[in-house]
């Protein structure tokens, strides 16, 4: 298991940066909170670093080496869970995670297995034959954290994991986390719900129109800008001046 690094990434869409000169550092055992406003650009770092997208500038280095250096190697290592769950619909729970498992060249045996019991786990066992396409979004979600552990990964990317989970299962995959990074997996988490973020996170990086504002430990963010929680510092860091705040805004507009 290796340092994720990720070194002056940059990614152009016609012209415009939507992540522009970001640079941080994930180590074994670490869960770093990827934080920023809707369009910020964590996405497309996320894109990048998975091999979907190709950097406009920058290198993603893991253990030492570009990861361009071996793709296919990387990814090996890689869990990743996406935002949106786009699974396959008329497959269902325990045949997705099987084409998962097979399109990563899980022996059969291990694969029954390990689908049993993340099936089980989380409560899915049930409907495991049933098509996706009837599950709920945190059904689903489900799904998709499960096939992103099935290979045992080194580094895990995820993507707004906790959208449509209860809270109960919000906080097993909370501790679920917490367990990876005691094992010394390298941990990239992008979300916008910062109460779990601050939980589980000793360092966030939050960006903003692509660029990074702040990197740092959450207890040091807390206490420079004098805020009692990670919403404060986030608030504060990402605020627009003269710019009111958008329920205002809405409200005011519906006055009018
Ligand atoms: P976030 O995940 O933080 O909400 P994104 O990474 O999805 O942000 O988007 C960052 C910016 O890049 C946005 O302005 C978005 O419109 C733009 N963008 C993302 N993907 C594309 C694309 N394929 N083509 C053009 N613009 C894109």
């Not at 099935?150 to 809270?167: H, K, T």
Request: with cysteine; aromatic share 6%.
């Amino acid at each position: 298991m290796g340092i994720l690094e990720i070194q002056r990434l940059t990614k152009r869409f016609n012209g415009l940066p939507a992540v522009d000169d970001v640079s941080f550092a994930i180590r074994p055992g670490e869960i770093l909170g990827y934080v920023g406003p809707n369009g910020a650009g964590k996405s497309t770092t996320v894109k990048m670093i998975i091999g979907l997208l190709e950097p406009s500038e920058g290198r993603i280095v893991y253990d030492g080496r570009s990861v361009l250096d071996d793709l296919p190697g990387f990814q090996r290592r890689l869990g990743y869970v996406p935002e949106e769950p786009n699974l396959y619909p008329f497959l269902s729970g325990r045949e997705y995670l099987q084409l998962a498992g097979r399109l990563r060249g899980i022996s059969r045996a291990a694969l029954d297995r390990k689908i049993e019991g993340f099936l089980t786990l989380f409560s899915l066992w049930d409907d495991r034959d049933c098509p996706v396409s009837s599950y709920s979004k945190g059904m689903r979600q489900k799904i998709l954290i499960s096939a992103a552990l099935l290979d045992n990964p080194d580094v895990l990317i995820l993507d707004e994991p906790l959208s449509g989970l209860d809270a109960s299962t919000m906080i097993a995959v909370r501790e679920l986390l917490q367990g990876l990074a005691a094992q010394g997996r390298t941990i990239l988490y992008s979300s916008h719900v910062l109460d779990v973020m601050e939980k589980v996170c000793a360092r966030v990086l939050i960006l903003r129109k692509g660029r990074v504002l702040a990197y740092d430990s959450i207890e040091h963010l807390r206490a420079s800008l004098d805020q009692p929680s990670l919403e404060g510092v986030f608030t504060r860091v990402t605020q627009e001046e003269g710019k009111q705040d958008l329920a205002g805004r809405i409200l005011e507009a519906m006055r009018r």
